[in-house]
């Protein structure tokens, strides 16, 4: 499977892997490429933004031309020209719909090869869904039904309109417009994403998703999503993402804000899909994304789950900042790095209140020639008394030109925390894998198996149908990158 | 059922089987004894598909088709089986899942349906009673926090859950209570059918007094020695191994004996009322 060269075959092979792989022809209106402030009005116009949206995306973006790209993590990619890129990219389709039924059948049909129905009748009982497509979002499922309960799930274009106080109370709270170089970037040019806001004493009544596909070629998306749970009030989130095959890569540079108050929960899973690049490289999304939520209230609790398979290369550091007394964060993750994948990813965690406690468990599995590292901090302030962390983080190798890594970084300001960390790396055992083929199992089901099982203590923190989706998708990820 | 003949393999360019012969007919139990380091797990390993070794002359034959043609997953679903000697923990993934999966694979190869888990779990529970597993353990990952008699139940559980034509036990007994041993050899002897063979690997001879062999043969220095009857057991329990040992590498004085059945039958017979 290691052939250079390129035979019909071989591309069907490939294709099979990754089965999102294919484009949607539709005609879109896109924005030249290049990055002025021409481009961040053209957007905001575009979007019928007020005034006071314009000028905060100027002053990122002003300030964005003052920063360096980070070196700092263990990646490697030729430097990305910001002046070749689209930053804007929507299917072509009257403004202002009103109902699916006015939405272009070729979208409808995009989600639904997804596995997202989004019309009435096939829609996934509980689970509401927005849909955003490159730039914008096509449609939003089970919003009636989410408004009688007082919530709101529109997409964030929308809220700037239609909720202008809570979007700008909230916007840029947890992570600053000047916080770091691709954050500040989305702040100057993000088109699109979610906006969810669950009143007091609201348990969502059901599962909140977005469905986020790059379509376009040459073209940047530029997601940003804004969840507010109230005092008392719970919701459950999970975001998917797939793109085409193309052979040049793409950047998706996203940010992701959470505000809990008072006894909120929220639960934030990601199932990352994107187009991981061919078994050479060439290709797949640059996934760079700032993901911080803010336990502001008391008894507080934020949770991240991802399990990221796609993209050419991740950087991303779900954290949480524990201001409240007792609040919690939490942090599970799996990432798989095939082929010339390479991921950096991790958390963070801030102690600030007391009492807090934040749980930590990552899982990073590598195959082929990927690179996996595991990159955390956990912070005690001085004033958060009786913090505790734990933090799990366990490396699954498999063959031997493949790497993981772990820089695991603790700050310790009060002396009554208690700080707990296990690391372990094993390797896929041959032993393991005779086991179970001794047993009648494939080759690929035995190693899919005993991946799973590596990965269930994750697994089991993501809503019920998302990991058998799970399951699924590292048991496809990993075919072809067994012996 | 199994026909080896002739069979050379080494490991790391180390010669450690030199010419095994062995015929195994549907109905029988052949019991493989030796001294450490003589061959017998390797013959196991090989039996199962094991490719850390390297088959260097030599024929086997499982029900007529080249076995050394098949894949170790593809020799499970014609009916092979180990029980293992070192059963390995798979943290993680579920016994039932496990087991289920196992036996799944092995029923689409023998045309038969697919169990859904209320068919699989019944037939579950009956097969455990047999090795008095508790079902406790079902709740774990596979081998996990298993005592070594567990896992060795686990392993002939599985046998019992598979219904294999060809078991292979690798030291099944090794490690094992009294209690536990008797335990296994309940299992292993309700196991015994007309269709089914049965290799059990062994170093001493304790199993057997709980099973009954047809034959037993000696394996010393990567050749079958000596072959017989229930009554070589009890020849090595008091000799020990140490008679066999000249019969090794580079000595040209072993003697093959090859397999008397009538002598075999016997002995299982004579041995039966302990």
């Known amino acids: 499977m290691s052939s250079s060269t390129t035979t019909p075959e071989l591309d069907h092979w490939e294709s099979q892997r990754y089965k999102y792989g294919f484009v949607t022809d539709i005609e879109s209106d896109t924005a030249p490429p290049g990055l002025t402030e021409s481009t961040i009005r053209l957007i905001s116009a575009k979007k019928q933004e007020p005034a006071w949206m314009l000028e905060w995306r100027l002053k990122a973006f002003r300030h964005w031309i003052t920063m360096r790209e980070p070196?700092?993590?263990?990646?490697?990619?030729?430097?990305?020209?910001?002046?070749?890129?689209?930053?804007?990219?929507?299917?072509?389709?009257?403004?202002?719909?009103?109902?699916?039924?006015?939405?272009?059948?070729?979208?409808?049909?995009?989600?639904?090869?997804?596995?997202?129905?989004?019309?009435?009748?096939?829609?996934l009982a509980g689970v509401a869904v927005d849909a955003v497509f490159d730039s914008v979002s096509v449609a939003t499922t089970f919003r009636e039904e989410l408004a009688k309960a007082g919530v709101i799930f529109c997409p964030i274009s929308e809220a700037i309109r239609d909720h202008p106080d809570l979007v700008q109370k909230y916007l840029g709270s947890v992570v600053p417009v000047t916080d770091n170089f691709f954050a500040t970037l989305n702040c100057a040019v993000f088109t699109d994403g979610?906006?969810?806001?669950?009143?007091?004493?609201?348990?969502?009544?059901?599962?909140?998703?977005?469905?986020?596909?790059?379509?376009?070629?040459?073209?940047?998306?530029?997601?940003?999503?804004?969840?507010?749970?109230?005092?008392?009030?719970?919701?459950?989130?999970?975001?998917?993402?797939?793109?085409?095959?193309?052979?040049?890569?793409?950047?998706?540079?996203?940010?992701?804000?959470?505000?809990?108050?008072?006894?909120?929960?929220?639960?934030?899973?990601?199932?990352?899909?994107?187009?991981?690049?061919?078994?050479?490289?060439?290709?797949?999304?640059?996934?760079?994304?700032?993901?911080?939520?803010?336990?502001?209230g008391n008894r507080s609790h934020i949770s991240w789950t991802q399990v990221e398979t796609g993209s050419s290369i991740t950087w991303k550091y779900p954290s949480c900042i524990l201001q409240g007394d007792g609040s919690k964060g939490e942090f599970y993750s799996v990432a798989l790095t095939k082929g010339r994948q390479q991921a950096d990813t991790g958390t963070k965690m801030i102690h600030i209140g007391r009492n807090t406690t934040s749980t930590i468990v990552?899982?990073?599995?590598?195959?082929?020639?990927?690179?996996?590292?595991?990159?955390?901090?956990?912070?005690?302030?001085?004033?958060?008394?009786?913090?505790?962390?734990?933090?799990?983080?366990?490396?699954?190798?498999?063959?031997?030109?493949?790497?993981?890594?772990?820089?695991?970084?603790?700050?310790?300001?009060?002396?009554?925390?208690?700080?707990?960390?296990?690391?372990?790396?094993?390797?896929?055992?041959?032993?393991?894998?005779?086991?179970?083929?001794?047993?009648?199992?494939?080759?690929?089901?035995?190693?899919?198996?005993?991946?799973?099982?590596?990965?269930?203590?994750?697994?089991?923190?993501?809503?019920?149908?998302?990991?058998?989706?799970?399951?699924?998708?590292?048991?496809?990820?990993?075919?072809?990158?067994?012996? | 059922m199994l026909e080896i003949k002739n069979l050379h393999a080494s490991a790391q360019g180390h010669e450690i089987l030199r010419g095994i012969d062995l015929t195994v007919r549907a109905g029988e139990v052949h019991s493989i004894m030796g001294p450490n380091g003589s061959g017998k797990s390797t013959l196991a390993q090989i039996i199962a598909g094991r490719e850390d070794y390297e088959i260097t002359e030599g024929t086997i034959l499982f029900q007529g088709k080249d076995l050394l043609e098949l894949e170790a997953d593809e020799r499970a679903r014609a009916g092979v089986f180990l029980a293992f000697q070192y059963p390995v923990e798979i943290p993680g993934v579920g016994n039932v899942q496990f087991l289920k999966a196992a036996l799944n694979a092995v029923r689409r190869a023998r045309g038969e349906d697919e169990l859904d888990t209320a068919r699989f779990l019944r037939l579950l529970r009956e097969r455990m009673a047999l090795v008095s597993m508790d079902e406790r353990l079902l709740k774990r990952s596979v081998n996990e926090g298993f005592s070594g008699g567990e896992k060795k139940r686990y392993e002939i559980l599985q046998m019992a859950l598979l219904e294999p034509s060809l078991c292979v036990l690798d030291e099944t007994d090794s490690g094992l209570d009294i209690d536990a041993m008797r335990i296994v050899a309940d299992g292993i002897n309700a196991l015994r059918a007309p269709t089914r063979a049965m290799i059990l690997v062994t170093h001493y001879q304790r199993l057997l007094d709980y099973v009954q062999p047809d034959f037993v043969h000696v394996l010393a220095g990567g050749r079958i020695v000596r072959s017989g009857g229930k009554e070589l057991a009890l020849e090595l329990e008091s000799h020990g191994y140490a008679p066999f040992m000249n019969g090794s590498p580079g000595s040209d004085t072993a003697t093959i004996v090859t397999n008397t059945a009538g002598a075999g039958r016997k002995a299982a017979i004579a041995g039966t009322g302990a």
């Open chain 1, 71 to 123: 070196t700092w993590p263990k990646v490697t990619y030729p430097p990305i020209d910001y002046q070749a890129i689209s930053y804007y990219s929507a299917p072509k389709q009257s403004p202002g719909l009103q109902s699916l039924d006015e939405v272009d059948p070729k979208l409808l049909e995009t989600y639904e090869k997804l596995g997202i129905p989004l019309e009435e009748q096939k829609r």
């Open chain 1, 194 to 296: 979610s906006f969810v806001f669950v009143p007091r004493g609201v348990r969502c009544p059901m599962e909140l998703s977005t469905y986020f596909r790059i379509n376009a070629k040459s073209t940047g998306q530029f997601e940003r999503t804004l969840i507010i749970a109230e005092e008392g009030a719970s919701v459950s989130y999970l975001e998917g993402c797939t793109a085409p095959m193309r052979d040049e890569n793409q950047l998706h540079a996203a940010v992701v804000e959470l505000v809990a108050l008072d006894d909120a929960t929220i639960r934030y899973s990601t199932i990352q899909n994107w187009y991981p690049g061919d078994d050479e490289g060439r290709g797949g999304i640059y996934n760079f994304v700032t993901k911080r939520g803010k336990c502001l």
């Open chain 1, 362 to 483: 990552a899982k990073g599995i590598s195959a082929q020639q990927g690179q996996n590292t595991y990159r955390g901090m956990v912070k005690i302030l001085r004033g958060a008394e009786d913090a505790r962390n734990h933090t799990q983080c366990d490396s699954l190798l498999m063959g031997d030109r493949c790497g993981a890594h772990t820089f695991p970084v603790i700050e310790c300001g009060n002396p009554t925390a208690t700080l707990e960390h296990e690391a372990t790396t094993s390797k896929v055992g041959e032993d393991q894998v005779f086991y179970l083929l001794q047993r009648g199992l494939t080759e690929e089901e035995a190693v899919s198996m005993i991946v799973n099982g590596f990965c269930r203590e994750v697994f089991r923190e993501l809503p019920m149908e998302f990991a058998v989706e799970a399951t699924k998708l590292l048991s496809i990820s990993l075919e072809g990158s067994v012996g």
